[in-house]
């Protein structure tokens, strides 16, 4: 026996679990369990990518300052009040690092995405768990929450598995009824696939304790490369600055994403294809009686009668090469989560539970 110890409260850490990429006898599988981009990345970011190789041996910029420029040109923001880190799971981690610590209370929702309580305890804070209602964040129940010790509220909009979304109102009603010692985290990993969204940039202009975060895994297609930055007020950012590696980004990293950001008509591109087919996938998901709410994001939630119907219709999907993800961990054990894919990709989803619906009812 080892005596080696963890610290306290390591070993109550839940291990993430991440998308499966295999299947069992299938060698061509349809991978929809990661809300991974159906069409890769920009080409321009692959170009660049490959061009860094010339100059593996050179350390990387410690100040990322290159890509954010290329990120404020962008969104038409201030460089130096952007961070950038190892995907926005990084810029998390920076976040719940520097701003909470042992026994302050960070709060999360109930179908909130699984890193957040995950980031509280590895710094040794209480994730408080509040409720949702029918699978939306509820604003009331998070400001009920609050007490002196909380010192986190995470919020994902559009939401992780849920695909809903506060409106602007909403948002700034949160922001409005928090005490100033409580920092926002405004998660916007699936900003650019919700219409008109800014991501939390005007909130953040507004209001000293909000940051947001965003990431380059989503509509820019670069999951693998690992990619995301904040912004914030001037003063968050410094404080993240110091708790930041400085290499934290590799070369290669920085110049796909400078590429990916400046592509514009890749990105809207992605963004017009994945709303054409998220409509597509909800209305005959609707038709096949299986619950499937208003997403904002690039996958959504199917809801089945119970968790029995769902595990059956996760065995049909991969019987058939398709992997898709059970969200029983988000406390929705009658739900998938279902990536929306390319037209071929959403055709076979469509096929399968057609087949698997009519069976059963
Ligand atoms: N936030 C949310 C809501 C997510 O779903 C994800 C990815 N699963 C992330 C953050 C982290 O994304 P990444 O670290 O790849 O930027």
Redesign the pocket.
């Known amino acids: 026996m080892t005596q080696i110890i963890p610290q306290p409260g390591i070993m109550d850490i839940a291990l993430y679990v991440s998308g499966e990429s295999r299947l069992p006898g299938h060698d061509d599988v349809l991978k929809l369990s990661s809300?991974e981009n159906p069409l890769g990345c920009s080409d321009a970011a692959r170009a660049a990518y490959a061009a860094a190789a010339a100059d593996l041996h050179r350390y990387p910029s410690t100040d990322h300052i290159a890509l954010r420029r290329a990120i404020g040109d962008v969104h038409g923001l201030d460089p130096d009040r952007i961070i950038c880190g190892v995907?926005?799971?990084?810029v998390?981690q920076f976040v719940t690092h520097a701003f909470a610590g042992a026994g302050d209370e960070v709060i999360t929702t109930e179908h909130g995405?699984s890193?957040y309580p995950i980031l509280a305890r590895m710094v040794g804070a209480v994730p408080v768990t509040v409720p949702e209602m029918d699978r939306r964040i509820d604003v009331d129940a998070i400001l009920c929450a609050v007490t002196d010790r909380t010192r986190i509220v995470f919020i994902?909009n559009p939401a992780?598995p849920t695909g809903t979304m506060l409106t602007p109102d909403e948002v700034q009603r949160l922001v409005d009824g928090l005490p100033p010692h409580v920092l926002l985290v405004h998660?916007g990993?699936?900003t650019e696939f919700a219409a008109g969204a800014d991501g939390g940039v005007s909130l953040v202009d507004r209001h000293p304790n909000v940051i947001m975060?965003r990431?380059?895994?989503k509509i820019h297609g670069l999951?693998g490369l690992?990619i995301?930055w904040g912004y914030a007020a001037g003063e968050i950012i410094d404080v993240l600055n110091r708790i930041r590696q400085p290499f934290n980004l590799s070369n290669a990293q920085m110049a796909a994403a400078e590429a990916a950001i400046r592509d514009t008509t890749f990105r809207d591109h992605c963004a017009d294809l994945n709303a054409r087919m998220r409509d597509r996938l909800r209305q005959s998901l609707i038709q096949m009686g299986i619950g499937c709410d208003e997403s904002h994001a690039n996958f959504v939630l199917a809801r089945f009668i119970d968790p029995a119907e769902a595990e059956a219709a996760d065995a049909a999907l991969r019987a058939d090469g398709i992997l898709v993800r059970r969200v029983a961990g988000y406390g929705l054990p009658a739900a998938l989560r279902i990536t929306v894919g390319d037209e071929d990709g959403v055709t076979r989803v469509i096929d399968c539970l057609g087949l698997f619906m009519a069976d059963r009812r």
């Open positions: 809300n995907g926005s799971d990084e998390l995405f890193m994902a992780n998660d990993a699936y975060t990431t380059f895994s999951g690992r995301g």
